[in-house]
C-alpha cells in the first residue's frame, strides 16, 4: 500500500464512545459499485473491544437485521465526524493496522524506485550507475524497472558493483540469472575471473590467486 497524503499518519483519533486511542487502518478494498468508497486511504477505527459501540452492537444488529456482527466507531482523516462501520466478527480491521513508521520507510522506498526508474533514461549518459545498483538491489522493485537496469549495467563495465551483487539475497531466480550472466559477461570482456577462494577478481589466464595464492 502506498499513501499519498503521509499527514494522515500523524493525526491522532480518540473514539467519542469510550475515549479510547483509534487504530489507522488501511481501507478494505470495496466494489465502487457497492458506492461504500470512502474517498480515503485509510480510516480511523475503534478497535477496543470493551468498546460501547462495538459490545452493544451485537445485540442492535440481531434485532434489527437479524444476523451476527456489530459495529465499530470510525473516521475519516481530517474529520471527527462520528461513523459507525459494521463488522462480521473482532477481528475485522486487525490485520490492516497501519503501522506509521513502516508506511513511512515504505513510502520512501516506492520514491526511490521511481526516481530511479526516472533516471535510467539518463544514466549511461550521466555515466550514474546508482540507479541502476538501486533497482537491481531492491527486491519490492517492480520486475520491469529491474530487468531495464540489468540490461544497461554491462554498459557502464564497471566491475566494482559485481561485489554488491554477489553478497545481496534475490528473492527472484529470473533477476538472479541474468545478473549473474551479465557480470560473466563483464568479467570475460575484461579479461577478468573471480578466483573460486577468495572470490577476488583476477587475471582470466591466472593459475594462481595473486590475493590468496590459491593454485588453480
Ligand atoms: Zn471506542
Ligand atoms: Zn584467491
Redesign the pocket.
Known amino acids: 500500500m502506498n499513501i499519498q497524503n503521509l499527514s494522515v499518519l500523524d493525526e491522532e483519533h480518540i473514539?467519542?464512545?469510550?475515549?479510547?486511542k483509534?487504530s489507522c487502518c488501511e481501507v478494505p478494498p470495496v466494489h465502487v459499485g457497492d458506492g461504500l468508497g470512502w474517498g480515503s486511504e485509510v480510516l480511523f477505527i475503534?478497535l477496543?473491544d470493551d468498546?460501547?459501540?462495538?459490545r452493544n452492537g451485537w445485540d442492535k444488529v440481531d434485532v434489527n437485521y437479524g444476523h451476527k456482527a456489530s459495529f465499530?466507531?470510525m473516521q475519516l482523516p481530517g474529520s471527527t465526524e462520528q461513523n459507525v462501520m459494521m463488522v462480521a466478527s473482532k477481528d475485522a480491521f486487525t490485520g490492516s493496522i497501519v503501522d506509521p513508521e513502516q508506511m513511512r520507510e515504505q513510502n520512501e522506498r516506492n520514491i526511490k524506485e521511481k526516481e530511479a526508474v526516472a533516471a535510467l533514461d539518463t544514466c549511461v549518459q550521466d555515466n550514474d550507475i546508482s540507479p541502476v545498483m538501486t533497482l537491481i538491489l531492491d527486491e519490492a522493485a517492480d520486475n520491469s524497472g529491474r530487468l531495464r537496469a540489468i540490461s544497461l549495467l554491462k554498459e557502464f563495465n564497471d566491475l566494482s558493483c559485481i561485489d554488491a551483487i554477489r553478497n545481496h539475497t534475490f528473492n527472484k531466480t529470473d533477476i538472479e540469472q541474468k545478473c549473474k550472466l551479465v557480470i560473466s559477461q563483464m568479467l570475460k570482456d575484461n579479461y577478468k575471473k573471480e578466483c573460486p577462494y577468495c572470490a577476488e577478481l583476477i587475471k582470466a589466464q591466472a593459475k594462481k590467486c595473486m590475493h590468496c595464492n590459491a593454485d588453480f
Not at 15 to 20: G, M, Q
Not at 51 to 54: G, L, M, V
Open positions: 473514539c467519542p464512545s469510550c475515549k479510547t483509534m475503534c477496543n468498546c460501547p459501540t462495538f465499530r466507531d
